[in-house]
């Protein structure tokens, strides 16, 4: 699409593009002609994604990159800088949950506390280290990128943050409580940090993506035949659209936040991605 030719040669830096939403990311950016920095823990997934969208004829290049570790950051940014220029563009993708942050059970039943089933995570169990966990990862993992990577936008007073949020910053879903309030910091932090930014001309936004299939989730919402699980058809059931989302549907979101051209006046905003889901009072 011509609208989005404003992102040709540009340098985008993505962190958790070695998983399946934001690798996706990566390989769209480099189909209209952006320098692709590709952010992963695992430096194999990195270079990985980042070997595909060469063989496609783009450019791309794998980092491994612990985003918790600022002076990891910081060095990764020097290499991103002689290997592909000042950083344009960061989307903030890496993120996840953690079991030490999850109850067994939607509700709180008294028999859970008097009958004391060790195999019952009830909400008194959380373990403070995996609620810890779970909030460094999304919220400090995309605090401390940021700090790495967008000196030069304000540098050159122009540049793009594009966040990802979940549908569980809007309404928490049951069970996974650390997890929830992590992405409804980050949406808040997107807000934040537009307003902090806005004399320098740098946009802030976050994508807040419904229910889409991964690797992490794909045991919790699907069974090995393929089958929804208890919860994955509950989800479906009050996402209107009757479906999961497709990773190729962020993709025109993605573009539409990250190209000036297209949305140079949108800023703090948090755009659901969800096949209705946010809009849906079950009734």
Not at 47 to 61: M, N, T
Request: glycine content about 10%; overall charge neutral.
């Amino acid at each position: 699409m011509t609208m989005f030719d404003d992102v040709n040669g540009k340098v985008c830096a993505v962190t958790g593009a070695g998983g399946v939403l934001c690798g996706k990311m990566a390989k769209q950016l480099a189909a209209n002609g952006a320098i692709v920095a590709v952010l992963d823990l695992q430096p194999d997934k990195a270079e990985a994604v980042a070997q595909e969208i060469r063989k496609d004829g783009g450019k791309a290049f794998g980092y491994a990159c612990n985003v918790l570790e600022k002076d990891e950051l910081e060095r990764v940014n020097e290499k991103i800088i002689q290997e592909c220029g000042t950083v344009d563009v960061l989307v903030n993708g890496a993120g996840g949950n953690h079991p030490k942050g999850t109850t067994t059970n939607p509700f709180l039943q008294v028999e859970d506390l008097l009958q004391k089933n060790k195999d019952i995570v009830t909400f008194y169990d959380l373990d403070p280290a995996g609620i810890q966990f779970v909030f460094n990862l999304n919220f400090l993992g995309t605090l401390l990128p940021t700090q790495a990577f967008t000196k030069g936008m304000v540098e050159k007073k122009s540049g793009v943050i594009v966040n990802v949020s979940s549908m569980n910053a809007f309404t928490p879903l049951t069970k996974i409580p650390a997890y929830s309030g992590a992405k409804a910091a980050i949406s808040n932090f997107t807000q934040w940090l537009a307003v902090h930014f806005s004399k320098v001309g740098v946009r802030v936004n976050a994508i807040a993506p419904g229910f889409f299939l991964t690797a992490q989730n794909s045991a919790l919402l699907t069974q090995k035949n393929g089958e929804l699980t208890p919860r994955g058809s509950t989800i479906v059931n009050q996402t209107p659209m009757g479906r999961f989302g497709q990773a190729d549907e962020l993709l025109g979101t993605l573009m539409w936040l990250v190209s000036d051209k297209a949305s140079g006046f949108v800023t703090g905003t948090v755009i659901p991605v969800d096949g209705g889901f946010s809009a849906y009072s079950g009734v």
